[in-house]
């Protein structure tokens, strides 16, 4: 099976064999491969920020170093020899415990993926710390995996609006300073698994916060970092709802019409709640609801109806009779594998002989069943 490595602007395009268990045959692969970087600096494709509320950004630095043998060739462990080589090293100092520096890939979107790379601890007298963030929304708001030397252990938790939110998975692990350590991160929607050095460090982790966002690397207040080559294994971005629309229609020939509605898949169900307590309900999950797959093209980012809205934010199920055509209408709420509606399934099934509303209810209801089930892992 071929999959594509992209050394971004770097380096042309090129294919490589092999795959990992779990992805498709149109999978990707990235490299940020830091031998071939053209700057020693901040480079193309990523920005330099920082999370929280004090301090300045963070000073990151390609540097010359001995680094183990890359990701793409070796087995994830760290008992590797090491060689002459190129990392990216944080290298600024602050004492102020709420500055985090982080540095971020700006050129993708990833939902599930496969994420491994090198990490060492340099130095730092408050802090060594050196982490990974993803399903990034923003400077402020993501998921982190990150290693602590003084703390002696691995945490996983969440960033909402640039601080650190409960609950904290942590695991206990020692971390010398300037010895290499290999971390990778896989996620199939709301499943998150961390492993260290090969080895799964942190139960099974489900959280439906973010369903996709960008990736990148941080540190905390005086922690002086570095990481080495970096791998991701990925899923190209589709239009999930598409898929799943064509899927329910290749099931169901009764089906005439079908669409279904959702919050665009930048936005987490999280993000729009809070923003409702924070302006007095002036805004809803519900109002942000789009058509996201439709057997009618034309209808694709219009805004829900009001009926699809009720469906959601009432969780329930709607039926009606259209005349022309002889139509049954049935709306479904879609659950994600939390309970929790996050879409709208509509379908218009034929009225005729055999064709009850108690008959095609219960189709459309096992339809909407049978996509969650295919589709539960969003």
């Not at 669409?259 to 302006?279: C, G, H, M």
């Not at 209808?299 to 002889?326: H, M, V, Y």
């Not at 189709?363 to 909407?368: K, S, V």
Request: with cysteine.
């Amino acid at each position: 099976m071929l999959d594509k490595l992209i050394r971004f602007s770097w380096v042309p395009c090129a294919l490589i064999l092999g795959s990992w268990n779990g992805f498709t045959q149109n999978s990707e692969t990235l490299i940020w491969d830091w031998n071939v970087s053209e700057t020693n600096g901040v480079p193309d494709g990523f920005r330099n920020s920082r999370t929280g509320y004090e301090g300045k950004k963070g000073v990151w630095e390609i540097i010359e170093t001995d680094t183990p043998a890359p990701v793409f060739y070796q087995e994830i462990t760290s008992e590797l020899p090491l060689q002459k080589g190129r990392a990216i090293q944080q290298t600024s100092f602050s004492s102020q415990p709420n500055r985090f520096p982080i540095l971020l890939f700006e050129d993708k979107t990833f939902g599930d993926f496969k994420f491994v790379t090198r990490f060492q601890l340099n130095g730092g007298g408050f802090e060594q710390m050196a982490g990974v963030i993803f399903r990034v929304q923003d400077d402020q708001n993501y998921y982190i995996v990150r290693a602590s030397g003084p703390g002696s252990n691995l945490a996983f938790y969440r960033f909402i609006d640039g601080l650190p939110t409960e609950p904290v998975l942590t695991a206990e692990a020692e971390f010398e300073k300037n010895q290499w350590y290999t971390l990778s991160i896989e996620t199939l929607g709301p499943q998150i698994t961390v492993r260290l050095d090969g080895k799964k460090i942190l139960p099974l982790i489900t959280d439906t916060t973010f369903a996709q966002g960008k990736i990148g690397l941080w540190t905390k207040a005086d922690s002086i970092s570095s990481f080495a080559e970096t791998r991701i294994d990925f899923e190209p971005e589709v239009n999930r709802f598409e898929g799943a629309l064509q899927w329910a229609m290749d099931q169901n020939r009764k089906i005439k019409d079908a669409r279904i509605v959702a919050l665009p898949n930048t936005r987490s169900r999280y993000q729009v709640e809070q923003k409702q307590e924070d302006t007095d309900g002036e805004s809803s999950v519900s109002s942000l609801l789009k058509v996201m797959a439709s057997t009618r093209e034309e209808e694709i980012g219009q805004p829900a109806t009001e009926f699809e809205k009720r469906c959601l934010d009432e969780n329930t199920s709607f039926t009606a009779k259209k005349q022309k055509p002889r139509r049954w209408v049935f709306l479904a709420p879609l659950h994600d594998n939390n309970g929790e509606a996050f879409a709208v399934l509509r379908v218009e099934m034929k009225r005729g002989f055999g064709l009850s509303k108690s008959v095609s209810l219960a189709q459309a209801l096992g339809l909407a069943k049978e996509i969650e089930a295919k589709a539960g892992l969003w």
